[in-house]
């Protein structure tokens, strides 16, 4: 009995003591050789203090993970006050690279690389809240499996590139918090996206129609120069459930629009909005956010409970140029 023991004992033995002879597993070279050109680029940052070649595995350090096959398929640096320079164009050594992050780096600067079109597997990008500025690449749409796009809370200027909008798999696109002028592109407001986030930068003109009637649930447009008829976006059986035009110029009459049922949140102030508040938002029950405020407006208010619910705010400052002005809250009490 105690020589089968002392024979199994043994054997773990000889195993831990095999494991620990056997050389950790390396990166692929040319993943390697990119990361490790990558850091010297970014100023050889303390963040990335583990991408070192003396650690051969890459695929155990930090800010990046590895697939079943030991390639690198996502990169990851965040926060990072110590990250210093431009973009390297050595990211697109990565050629398994399938997510990159940039996020919250104040010390990335310099323009998109169009080397990032190498990275043809590339389904999630983000640039988000550096110093990176210049025009977005028209060549960024040569990557057809992207899903995700986040370039928001940079320096970006120039205009949306009209290509984008033919992006097959392109499910959300944040660009918010840039210097972006010139039009929305047409096509780009499709039923495809999830999420379409365009606020706070300089565009202009009218937004694109289209006939789409599928996915769409958030778009945000805000803090724009938009102008123009916007009543295409709630058209019936679009599952809509955010829209934000506020702070634009758009001139309509809303009078008979019919909002989507599902609905949670409808922000249209701040724009030159006339006609009365219809009656179809009686029925959004669902609404939790509205904000109809600082547009021509004119009265009387629809009096079920989905318009007084929201109380007085969401009604104010509506200068009617033409009718009754707008009922006070207080006479639907």
């Known amino acids: 009995m105690a020589s ?9 033995l000889l195993l831990v003591a095999a494991y620990a002879a056997t050389p950790a597993m390396s990166c692929a070279p040319s993943d390697l050789h990119a990361l490790l050109s990558m850091k010297q680029s970014l100023g050889n940052p303390a963040t990335l203090s583990t991408w070192t070649a003396s ?8 800010h990046l993970r590895c697939d079943d096959a030991g390639r690198v398929n996502n990169v990851f640096i965040d926060g990072a006050s110590d990250v210093r320079g431009q973009i390297p164009p050595s990211v697109a050594g990565l050629s398994e690279l399938m997510s990159l992050s940039l996020f919250r780096l104040p010390g990335l600067t310099g323009a998109i690389p169009p080397c990032l079109t190498a990275l043809s597997k590339l389904q999630f990008l983000t640039i988000s809240h550096t110093g990176v500025s210049g025009p977005i690449p028209e060549s960024l749409a040569k990557l057809r499996s992207l899903d995700s796009v986040d370039l928001s809370n940079n320096k970006l200027s120039g205009r949306i590139p009209a290509s984008f909008a033919d992006l ?38 009218p937004i694109p129609r289209d006939d789409a009637q599928d996915e769409i649930n958030t778009v945000d447009l805000s803090h724009n120069k938009l102008t123009g008829d916007p009543s295409h976006l709630f058209a019936p059986g679009r599952p809509i459930g955010k829209v934000d035009l506020s702070w634009n110029y758009l001139d309509f009459d809303l009078s008979k629009l019919v909002f989507p049922p599902d609905m949670t949140y409808l922000d249209l102030s701040h724009n030159h909005i006339r006609g ?49 002005p707008l009922a006070g809250c207080q006479d639907l009490s």
């Open 55 to 62: 650690s051969p595995n890459c695929c155990a350090w930090d």
């Open 276 to 324: 009365t508040v219809p009656v179809s938002l009686e029925r959004l029950s669902t609404l939790q956010k509205l904000d109809l405020s600082y547009n021509n407006l004119c009265g009387p208010l629809p009096k079920g409970h989905g318009v007084i619910k929201h109380g007085c705010k969401p009604y104010a400052h509506n200068q009617c140029r033409h009718g009754t």
């Open 4 to 12: 089968t023991a002392t024979t199994s004992f043994l054997a773990v």
């Open 168 to 205: 097959p798999n392109l499910r959300s696109l944040d660009l918010q918090r840039n210097q972006l002028t010139g039009p929305i592109p047409a096509g780009l407001v499709q039923g495809q996206f999830r999420s379409l986030i365009l606020s706070y930068n300089q565009l202009s003109g």
